[in-house]
């Protein structure tokens, strides 16, 4: 029933008031993203623009502020996000360059990866990366999607996702490569601080069992 009414013209008018509608009542705790998911990924899919417009369209306070919905979207468990095609993220992110594609960079899918095979960035991620104006902000933006560096599990994870950063370093483009190499050497650091902890607080409960 939602595919047959969004087609056309019309279908980008019903997509924006689905997603408006949508968006006033997450706002006001009546549902959950969670929930809609599947209706999400309708949505973008079949009126891409119109979707992004009624989600999170509007000025650059705006966007910042609805930004959260777009975020708590991305956290699901399959990214909506992952159905747009490039082309059309980079024409919406283009229509207010300087504000859309850092908002976006927080929010998409940046990396991916099969088995036995190494991570790797997303197309998104590289074509975001490509045509932004500020492609230090779109790579800041994919640096806060690591998570927070703390001892546990995690760190082998975080480690694989700053190897990305070394594929940059030789980015022809030396605002990329330089940040790309500090950040490298900076969450590297913390990396190796977080292990150091967990080894000592490893170390501090075996010996209170002894």
């Known amino acids: 029933m939602t595919r047959a009414c969004l087609h056309g013209p019309q279908g980008a008018t019903a997509a924006g008031d689905i997603c408006r509608k949508l968006k006033r009542a997450i706002k006001a705790y009546e549902t959950n993203v969670g ?5 999400l990924r309708e949505l973008l899919s079949l009126q891409p623009i119109a979707a992004l417009d009624a989600l999170c369209g509007g000025d650059a306070q705006e966007l910042e502020r609805d930004g959260a919905i777009l975020r708590d979207v991305a956290q699901l468990r ?89 594929e940059l370093k030789t980015h022809r483009d030396t605002r990329i490569a330089e940040y790309a190499q500090r950040e490298a050497v900076r969450l590297r650091s913390a990396v190796n601080s977080a292990r150091a902890a967990q080894t000592d607080s490893d170390r501090e409960r075996d010996e209170s069992f002894e």
């Open 35 to 39: 929930d809609h998911d599947g209706l």
């Open 78 to 166: 399959q990214n909506p996000l992952d159905v747009l095609p490039t082309e059309t993220l980079l024409l919406w992110c283009n229509a207010q360059p300087a504000s859309r594609f850092p908002a976006i960079a927080r929010v998409i899918t940046t990396s991916e990866h099969q088995e036995n095979t190494p991570i790797k960035w997303t197309e998104k991620a590289r074509a975001l990366l490509q045509n932004a104006p500020d492609p230090v902000a779109v790579l800041q933006a994919y640096i806060q999607q690591f998570g927070r560096i703390l001892p546990g599990p995690q760190l082998a994870e975080i480690e694989a996702k700053i190897a990305l950063l070394d």
